[in-house]
């Protein structure tokens, strides 16, 4: 009768351990692709043409549901600000008055908040978007403001 080696129970441990490492790397590097989430999305109503931007954190932006441009280097990082800025501002109320021309709805990753474009006087985060919206709108986008 022939005797079977088998290998010391250690020895099975690590190279299970091994094979999952191994089937682990190969799997990474198999170009299945990891979407980036999306930063925040911003869509802007009120005279003339309606304007939605779809911001990525991998750098690119989606106008009015267009095929993703990248952005300048400057945009994406004023993005990235924004949308921490923005979280806390899906908790508060705008009302629109008079002197208002755009409203601006921004969905961010903890919900979606609307504002007329007379509240960028009392937050800054609100004037900054705005700011990006009109320079992204020009630069990535192709639309003049």
């Given amino acids: ?10 020895g099975r441990t690590r190279l299970r351990a091994a094979s999952l490492l191994i089937a682990a790397v190969l799997l990474a590097g198999c170009g299945l692709d990891v979407e980036a989430p999306d930063l925040f999305q911003v869509t802007r109503t009120g005279p003339g043409p309606k304007l939605t ?5 991998s ?5 009015n549901g267009d ?11 004023q993005a990235r600000d924004l949308a921490s800025s923005l979280e806390k501002d899906v908790k508060l109320r705008f009302s629109r008055n008079a002197h208002s021309v755009f ?3 921004v969905e961010v990753q903890n919900g979606t908040f609307k504002f007329p474009d007379t509240a960028a006087s009392a937050r800054k985060e609100l004037a900054q978007l ?16």
């Fill in 130 to 145: 705005e700011l990006f919206v009109v320079q992204a709108g020009a630069d990535a986008c192709e639309i003049s403001s």
């Fill in 1 to 10: 009768m022939r005797m079977i080696a088998r290998w010391p129970r250690r």
């Fill in 59 to 63: 750098g690119t932006i989606s106008c």
């Fill in 103 to 105: 409203t601006y709805t």
């Fill in 67 to 77: 095929k993703p441009k990248q952005l300048p280097d400057p945009l994406l990082l």
């Fill in 53 to 57: 931007m779809l911001v990525n954190a």
